[in-house]
């Protein structure tokens, strides 16, 4: 099969080691991975700030380079729910419909796809998981708490394959980080006040790994944890599974 790896924007810029991380674990999965040397952003900003209508050409350049693949990766839940969700106001080509069917999130793609059964690092740490919204309710990959108690979902499922690693209960398992995009900006106070919060139920709990699948979620609570010489480290998952240590 042939895969493209897509880096979101802020990966490139601010978390360049997410993206080798994410590189070297699929290629250790057994995985040929190709890197478009074309690729840009793939529209959320612009959108988000309320300039959809001006992102139709991110949209179709992403479409132009990334339709010849039979799966498109990234480590980002955000942007795999606009790609699949938000592409809808472009004309539905045969390489459009392509692509939004095509793209996956990093862990959705290593369970579902590749179904791999083990993975091999050990990580003797307590893992505090936060549920980017994206993730969880765009793209169903964990439980939300106002439909079940039940907390499960592919991400908790894949790193309890891993040896030695404890995961933290939160109070509350799936509340909001507070980053949403552009609301982070335009709201600025709320958005702080919620990524406390959260940290604050990690550090209860005794989180001392604080993982996720979006990087933007990340980045907002990461803040607030050096902000608070908080005893906590942050790790994209696609850094732990990769065997990196904290």
Same mark, same amino acid.
């Given at each position: 099969?042939?895969?493209?790896?897509?880096?979101?924007?802020? $990966?490139?810029?601010?978390?360049?080691?997410?993206?080798?991380?994410?590189?070297? /674990?699929?290629?250790?999965?057994?995985?040929? *991975?190709?890197? %478009?040397?074309?690729?840009?952003?793939?529209?959320?900003?612009?959108?988000?700030?309320?300039?959809?209508?001006?992102?139709?050409? @991110?949209? +179709?350049?992403?479409?132009?380079?990334?339709?010849?693949?039979?799966? &498109? *990766?990234?480590?980002?839940?955000?942007?795999?729910?606009?790609?699949?969700?938000?592409?809808?106001?472009?004309?539905?080509?045969?390489?459009?419909?392509? $692509?939004?069917?095509? *793209?996956?999130? /990093? @862990?959705?793609?290593? +369970?579902?796809?590749?179904?791999?059964?083990? !993975?091999? @690092?050990?990580?003797?740490?307590?893992?505090?998981?936060?549920?980017?919204?994206?993730?969880?309710?765009?793209?169903?990959?964990?439980?939300?708490?106002?439909?079940? =108690?039940?907390?499960?979902?592919? !991400?908790?499922?894949?790193?309890?394959?891993?040896?030695?690693?404890?995961?933290? +209960?939160?109070?509350?398992?799936? +509340?909001?980080?507070?980053? =949403?995009?552009?609301?982070? $900006?335009?709201?600025?106070?709320?958005?702080?006040?919620?990524?406390?919060?959260? !940290?604050?139920?990690?550090?209860?709990?005794?989180?001392? *790994?604080?993982?996720?699948?979006? $990087?933007?979620?990340?980045?907002?609570?990461?803040?607030?944890?050096?902000?608070?010489?908080? %005893? !906590?480290? @942050?790790?994209? &998952?696609?850094?732990?599974?990769?065997?990196?240590?904290?």
């Amino acid at each position: 099969m042939k895969v493209a790896l897509f880096i979101p924007c802020y $990966v490139d810029q601010f978390y360049p080691n997410v993206g080798v991380a994410t590189l070297q /674990l699929l290629e250790k999965l057994g995985v040929d *991975v190709v890197f %478009p040397m074309k690729q840009t952003c793939c529209g959320q900003p612009m959108a988000n700030g309320g300039c959809e209508q001006d992102s139709k050409g @991110v949209y +179709e350049h992403f479409v132009e380079t990334f339709s010849e693949f039979d799966y &498109i *990766v990234t480590p980002s839940g955000s942007c795999t729910y606009h790609i699949k969700k938000h592409y809808d106001i472009i004309e539905q080509t045969p390489a459009v419909q392509k $692509v939004r069917k095509s *793209v996956y999130e /990093l @862990v959705d793609f290593i +369970e579902n796809v590749l179904k791999i059964e083990e !993975i091999p @690092v050990d990580f003797p740490h307590k893992v505090g998981l936060h549920l980017s919204c994206h993730g969880q309710r765009g793209l169903r990959q964990a439980n939300a708490s106002e439909i079940t =108690g039940v907390r499960d979902g592919q !991400i908790s499922k894949l790193l309890r394959k891993l040896k030695g690693i404890e995961l933290t +209960e939160l109070d509350r398992n799936d +509340e909001c980080c507070g980053f =949403g995009g552009m609301f982070c $900006v335009t709201e600025e106070a709320v958005s702080a006040r919620m990524g406390k919060d959260r !940290i604050a139920d990690h550090l209860r709990n005794g989180t001392k *790994v604080l993982t996720g699948g979006d $990087v933007s979620c990340l980045m907002h609570l990461e803040g607030i944890v050096k902000r608070q010489n908080a %005893p !906590i480290k @942050v790790m994209h &998952i696609a850094e732990i599974l990769n065997g990196n240590q904290p």
